[in-house]
């Protein structure tokens, strides 16, 4: 049996936004949106995106990456509040192998004209000799394209 362990982290992603908390809610709100920015790298093939984006829905996205990498998020959302927080958890699998599992925060202020977008995630990443710690700490899956996550 491969030996795992595992490591508790949380970090905390803040971000301002030009536009009103209204839009960037939307923004993680349907299916179509959320697949502008949250996607593996270029050239990933999908094969499954869902979004149930309520209070008991679930969300995953799964695909092949080009490096052959297959990656699986699988999410439950707790608590939906439009415009103002999101909470869910998931799981995240490479290759078949459970990475980690986290929970995720985001909150939605408004700050002036726009808004100002506080990400709190608390996760339990796991390795073995082929996934490394800082590999589990990059952030949220999805995020290598995208400067919202960065």
């Not at 080009?66 to 998020?73: E, I, R, T």
């Not at 599992?101 to 985001?106: G, R």
């Not at 709190?120 to 990059?138: C, D, F, I, K, L």
Request: charged residues 25%; hydrophobic residues 35%; glycine residues 8%.
């Amino acid at each position: 049996m491969t030996e795992r362990n595992v490591v508790h982290a949380t970090f905390c992603l803040e971000r301002r936004y030009p536009v009103p908390p209204a839009r960037a809610f939307a923004a993680w709100a349907s299916a179509e949106a959320k697949a502008r920015w949250f996607d593996g790298p270029e050239g990933t093939e999908i094969y499954e995106r869902s979004l149930d984006f309520r209070a008991g829905g679930a969300e995953r996205l799964w695909g092949r990456h080009p490096s052959g990498k297959v990656s699986d998020f699988q999410a439950r959302y707790f608590e939906v509040i439009p415009n103002a927080r999101i909470i869910y958890g998931y799981d995240m699998y490479v290759d078949r192998v459970k990475l980690s599992v986290s929970l995720a925060t985001i909150e939605f202020h408004a700050d002036g004209e726009g808004t100002r977008l506080v990400m709190t995630e608390q996760g339990a990443p796991s390795w073995t000799a082929t996934t490394t710690p800082a590999a589990a700490r990059r952030g949220p899956p999805g995020c290598s394209r995208s400067s919202e996550c960065r």
